[in-house]
């Protein structure tokens, strides 16, 4: 198994245009979510999914849209590309998303916005 | 917003116990407290949770106080590996899982 794949591991935007962050997972798993992790901080929560169709907002949506079509997939889209989006972005899924499980991340996007 | 505290670094030394506190004093019943790990920017990684009782596996113990108000990580013998940000957290689903700025533990040689 590969576990949980980011796409791509670095990015560089200029402020305006728009990107899609890929995640998907290969473990059938029903919870998905983003984080973000801006320098000397620790994560928080964009925007999360419990199931294929289900989307919810998390701490920090603003500026960012989800969709979650298929189980394996959790693609996050940033519309229009801000310098305060700099930031690293993780993609996390659990077979358990309300009761309590185990969280398994992928290995980041790093994204600037110039 | 992270409900927990933990101290912002720490220091041990190779081969020695490692432990790591965190306050959770506002902690509800139905919620479990977990323990992440960041080795440099990787992705975080799972270590241990547990609701009341100790837990120990294979990476680590937890010890959480008859309150519940506080728990301590044990790394019993740590190596330079386990060097890394350690974030504890206290919830009861993955929507409110929330992340503070965690304790970064040097592992000395």
């Known amino acids: 198994n590969a576990g949980v794949t980011q796409t791509p591991k670095f990015q560089v935007l200029k402020t305006g245009q728009s990107m899609t962050l890929q995640c998907a997972q290969d473990m059938n798993h029903e919870y998905m979510s983003w984080y973000r992790q801006d320098p000397g901080m620790g994560l928080r929560l964009i925007h999360y999914?419990?199931?294929?169709?289900?989307?919810d907002q998390g701490e920090v949506p603003n500026g960012y849209n989800v969709s979650r079509s298929t189980t394996e997939d959790f693609p996050l889209r940033l519309l229009s590309a801000a310098p305060s989006q700099t930031s690293v972005y993780f993609c996390?899924?659990?077979?358990?998303?309300?009761?309590?499980?185990?969280?398994?991340f992928g290995e980041g996007s790093r994204l600037t916005v110039l | 917003d992270a409900k927990t505290t933990q101290p912002p670094s720490m220091d041990c030394a190779e081969g020695r116990a490692a432990n790591l506190p965190c306050n959770h004093s506002?902690?509800?019943?139905?919620?479990?407290v977990y323990w992440y790990r960041q080795i440099h920017s990787q992705g975080p990684q799972y270590i241990i949770h547990g609701l009341k009782n100790n837990e120990t596996n294979e990476m680590a113990s937890l010890i959480i106080t008859e309150d519940r108000k506080s728990s301590t990580l044990i790394l019993p013998h740590a190596t330079l590996r386990d060097t890394a940000v350690y974030y504890c957290?206290?919830?009861?689903?993955?929507?409110?899982?929330?992340f503070g700025s965690g304790t970064k533990l040097n592992v000395k040689p």
């Open positions: 506002t902690i509800s019943g139905n919620e479990y």
């Open positions: 957290i206290v919830a009861n689903n993955f929507n409110k899982f929330y």
């Open positions: 996390a899924s659990s077979s358990s998303g309300g009761l309590i499980g185990e969280l398994f």
């Open positions: 999914s419990v199931g294929a169709g289900i989307t």
